[in-house]
C-alpha cells in the first residue's frame, strides 16, 4: 500500500539477497511453505475477526480504509489476508522440522509480522500472531511443556503478552523501547512491573528502556531457565543503526551474539521469526548474523561495547525487584555475604 512506507515487500528481497550473496543460503535447507488453515489462526484469534479478514480480498479501496481505521498503525491490502496466511503457514513449517528434528533450527524470513496482532485485533502491521500461535501449536500437536518467546523487537509486542498473561507454560520475555509510555504502542502493559495473572504471574517479563536515544550495545541478558522444550523469537531488528523505528544504535552484529546465547537452550531446538526491522541496510546485515549464529559460526568480537547507562541499570533492578518474589534465583540477587 503507498501509504505504508515502511513495511515493504523490499524487506524481504534484501534479506534474502544478502543471505544468498554471502553464501548462507546455500548453507540452509529450504522449507517449503504452506497456508495456515482456520484451525491454525483460531488457536489464538476470535472466529469473528477471522471471518472480518477473510473479506478483505473483496473489498473496494474505500472499504478497506474503513475497514483499516477501527485498529491501530496497520494497512490493509486486497492480497494481505493470503501473505498473512503464508506468513503463519511458514513459521508452522519451521516449528514442525525443528520439532521432528529434521533441521536444528531456523529463520523463518516472512511478512506481515505478527507480534501486536490480538485475539480480536490488527495492529502495528500485524494481522496473525505468528509467535504466539506457534507456542499454542507445539503445546498442542507435541505437548511440549516450557516455551520461551524471547520478543528482541524494538516495540513491545503485547499480542504476545495478553495470550499468555495467565500461561506459566510459556514465557515471555521481551526488552522495548518505552520511554515512560511515550513510545509506541503506548501501553500501562509493558512497564516492568506487569508480570502476569493469575497462574502466569511471574511468567511475563517486560524489560523497558526509559532513556534510549544513546543506547549502543550495553544491553545484556542473562537469565536462568533449566527446563525447556522450545525457544521462539520474535526477532525484530528495529533496534539495529539507522532504524527510522527504533532511533537505536545496535550493531548487527549484536544479533549474532543473542541468538548464540539462546541456542544454548532447549537442546538448541530454536525457531526466529522476523518481525520489524525498517533499514533495509541493517536488516540485512542483521539477519545474516542471525542466520550465522544458527549455523554455529563463531560469533564476531562484540563492537562498541559500552557500560549500561544508569536508565538501563534502573529498569534492570526494577525488573529484578518485580519477580524476585517469583523466580528463586532473584531471591538473593543483590545480597553479599562476608
Same mark, same amino acid.
Given at each position: 500500500?503507498?501509504?505504508?512506507?515502511?513495511?515493504? /515487500?523490499?524487506?524481504?528481497?534484501?534479506?534474502?539477497?544478502?543471505?544468498?550473496?554471502?553464501?548462507?543460503?546455500?548453507? &540452509?535447507?529450504?522449507?517449503?511453505?504452506? +497456508?495456515?488453515?482456520?484451525?491454525?489462526?483460531?488457536?489464538?484469534?476470535?472466529? +469473528?475477526?477471522?471471518?472480518?479478514?477473510? !473479506?478483505?480480498?473483496?473489498?473496494?479501496?474505500? +472499504?478497506?480504509? +474503513? %475497514?483499516?481505521? *477501527?485498529?491501530?498503525?496497520?494497512?490493509?491490502?486486497?492480497?494481505?489476508?493470503?501473505?498473512?496466511?503464508?506468513?503463519?503457514?511458514?513459521?508452522?513449517?519451521?516449528?514442525?522440522?525443528?520439532?521432528?528434528?529434521?533441521?536444528?533450527?531456523?529463520?523463518?524470513?516472512?511478512? /506481515?509480522?505478527?507480534?501486536?496482532?490480538?485475539?480480536?485485533?490488527?495492529?502495528?502491521?500485524?494481522? %496473525?500472531?505468528? $509467535?504466539?500461535?506457534?507456542? *499454542?501449536?507445539?503445546?498442542?500437536?507435541?505437548?511440549?511443556?516450557?516455551?520461551?518467546?524471547?520478543?528482541?523487537?524494538?516495540?513491545?509486542?503485547?499480542?504476545?503478552?495478553?495470550? %499468555?498473561?495467565?500461561?506459566?507454560?510459556?514465557?515471555?520475555?521481551?526488552?522495548?523501547?518505552?520511554?515512560?509510555?511515550?513510545?509506541?504502542?503506548?501501553?500501562?502493559?509493558?512497564?516492568?512491573?506487569?508480570?502476569?495473572?493469575?497462574?502466569?504471574?511471574?511468567?511475563?517479563?517486560? $524489560?523497558?528502556?526509559? !532513556?534510549?536515544?544513546?543506547?549502543?550495545? @550495553?544491553?545484556?541478558?542473562?537469565?536462568?531457565?533449566?527446563?525447556?522444550?522450545?525457544?521462539?523469537? &520474535?526477532?525484530?531488528?528495529?533496534?539495529?543503526?539507522?532504524?527510522?523505528?527504533?532511533?537505536? &544504535?545496535?550493531? /548487527?552484529?549484536? %544479533?549474532?551474539?543473542?541468538?548464540?546465547?539462546?541456542?544454548?537452550?532447549?537442546?538448541? !531446538?530454536?525457531?526466529?521469526?522476523?518481525?520489524?526491522?525498517?533499514?533495509? !541496510?541493517?536488516?540485512? *546485515?542483521?539477519?545474516?548474523?542471525?542466520?550465522?549464529?544458527?549455523?554455529?559460526?563463531?560469533?564476531?568480537?562484540?563492537?562498541?561495547?559500552?557500560?549500561?547507562?544508569?536508565?538501563?541499570?534502573?529498569?534492570? *533492578?526494577?525488573?529484578?525487584? @518485580?519477580?524476585?518474589?517469583?523466580?528463586? &534465583?532473584?531471591?538473593?540477587?543483590?545480597?553479599?555475604?562476608?
Amino acid at each position: 500500500n503507498p501509504a505504508c512506507k515502511i513495511e515493504v /515487500p523490499e524487506r524481504l528481497v534484501v534479506s534474502y539477497g544478502a543471505l544468498v550473496e554471502n553464501g548462507l543460503a546455500d548453507r &540452509c535447507v529450504s522449507i517449503p511453505v504452506r +497456508e495456515a488453515t482456520d484451525a491454525d489462526i483460531l488457536l489464538v484469534h476470535s472466529e +469473528e475477526y477471522l471471518e472480518a479478514v477473510k !473479506k478483505t480480498p473483496y473489498m473496494t479501496l474505500e +472499504e478497506l480504509k +474503513e %475497514f483499516t481505521l *477501527q485498529y491501530g498503525d496497520v494497512y490493509f491490502h486486497p492480497n494481505i489476508y493470503h501473505c498473512a496466511k503464508l506468513a503463519l503457514g511458514a513459521t508452522l513449517q519451521l516449528v514442525d522440522n525443528v520439532m521432528t528434528g529434521k533441521v536444528r533450527n531456523g529463520l523463518a524470513l516472512v511478512r /506481515p509480522p505478527g507480534h501486536h496482532s490480538m485475539r480480536s485485533a490488527a495492529s502495528g502491521f500485524c494481522i %496473525f500472531n505468528n $509467535v504466539a500461535i506457534a507456542a *499454542q501449536y507445539v503445546k498442542q500437536k507435541y505437548g511440549v511443556k516450557r516455551v520461551l518467546i524471547v520478543d528482541w523487537d524494538i516495540h513491545h509486542g503485547q499480542g504476545v503478552q495478553y495470550s %499468555f498473561e495467565d500461561d506459566p507454560s510459556v514465557l515471555y520475555f521481551s526488552w522495548h523501547r518505552y520511554e515512560h509510555q511515550k513510545f509506541w504502542p503506548n501501553l500501562r502493559e509493558s512497564d516492568f512491573d506487569v508480570v502476569g495473572k493469575e497462574k502466569g504471574a511471574g511468567s511475563t517479563i517486560n $524489560v523497558p528502556w526509559n !532513556k534510549v536515544k544513546n543506547h549502543r550495545n @550495553a544491553v545484556h541478558i542473562h537469565t536462568n531457565i533449566h527446563i525447556l522444550d522450545l525457544v521462539l523469537v &520474535c526477532a525484530g531488528f528495529d533496534s539495529a543503526i539507522g532504524d527510522p523505528e527504533g532511533e537505536m &544504535c545496535a550493531t /548487527p552484529d549484536i %544479533f549474532a551474539h543473542l541468538t548464540h546465547l539462546l541456542m544454548n537452550l532447549a537442546g538448541g !531446538k530454536l525457531c526466529a521469526v522476523l518481525e520489524g526491522g525498517y533499514n533495509l !541496510k541493517s536488516l540485512a *546485515q542483521s539477519v545474516c548474523q542471525t542466520v550465522h549464529s544458527l549455523l554455529g559460526d563463531p560469533a564476531p568480537r562484540p563492537a562498541n561495547l559500552e557500560g549500561p547507562c544508569n536508565s538501563a541499570l534502573e529498569s534492570l *533492578q526494577c525488573v529484578r525487584s @518485580a519477580h524476585r518474589k517469583y523466580w528463586s &534465583c532473584l531471591k538473593h540477587a543483590g545480597i553479599t555475604s562476608t
